[in-house]
């Protein structure tokens, strides 16, 4: 948790100061929209609209109530905190910092909301990650421990990539966003004092 947060606002400090990983943000930004063909640019679109506020609403959902019917109620408090919590905090840390939005060639892409941290890659780590916090107590060796790590990794991963494809946000945004993230949940794990 001290780690992720301690990233977070190294990177916010960076930004709001100039600092050498935001002075890579436009060139990294340039490279990944340079690189997006338009069956990349597409299969990016769809990526980021599952994963926009409804999207992660509807999945937030569906968890919560198999963790419902299942009676498991710690659990379910558990993911409710996690997932509606974390999105509050972004929430709150976009209105605190009202970065703008990248602006490619004049347009910026949902000017009407701030940039820094992510909020689709802060929702994402959040439903991923506390859906694997779910899952890891209930499995038994380091296989498939590492494979619901990796596979929640690699999802969060791929919300991220698609919200630099599509020139949403910055570098700095998306990175900040899966610390916040990390540490919202290690946070709460660790209040839930179920963490293993």
Request: charge should be positive; include cysteine.
């Amino acid at each position: 948790m001290a780690a992720a947060a301690a990233a977070f606002a190294a990177i916010a400090f960076d930004v709001a100061t100039g600092g050498p990983l935001s002075a890579l943000d436009r060139p990294l930004s340039d490279w990944f929209r340079g690189h997006a063909g338009t069956a990349l640019g597409d299969s990016m679109r769809f990526v980021s609209t599952l994963h926009a506020p409804r999207g992660i609403l509807a999945a937030s959902v569906v968890v919560a109530l198999i963790l419902l019917w299942r009676r498991e109620l710690r659990g379910l408090a558990m993911f409710v905190v996690a997932v509606a919590g974390g999105a509050s905090l972004n929430a709150a840390l976009k209105h605190t910092f009202e970065w703008p939005r990248p602006d490619f060639d004049g347009a910026a892409l949902g000017a009407t909301d701030f940039s820094f941290p992510s909020g689709h890659v802060a929702n994402a780590t959040l439903l991923y990650g506390a859906v694997a916090l779910l899952v890891l107590p209930r499995l038994w060796g380091r296989v498939a421990r590492t494979g619901v790590v990796a596979a929640a990794a690699a999802m969060v991963l791929l919300v991220a990539a698609s919200r630099l494809v599509l020139g949403a946000h910055y570098p700095t945004d998306v990175i900040a966003a899966i610390a916040e993230g990390v540490a919202w949940l290690a946070l709460v794990c660790r209040l839930a004092g179920d963490c293993r």
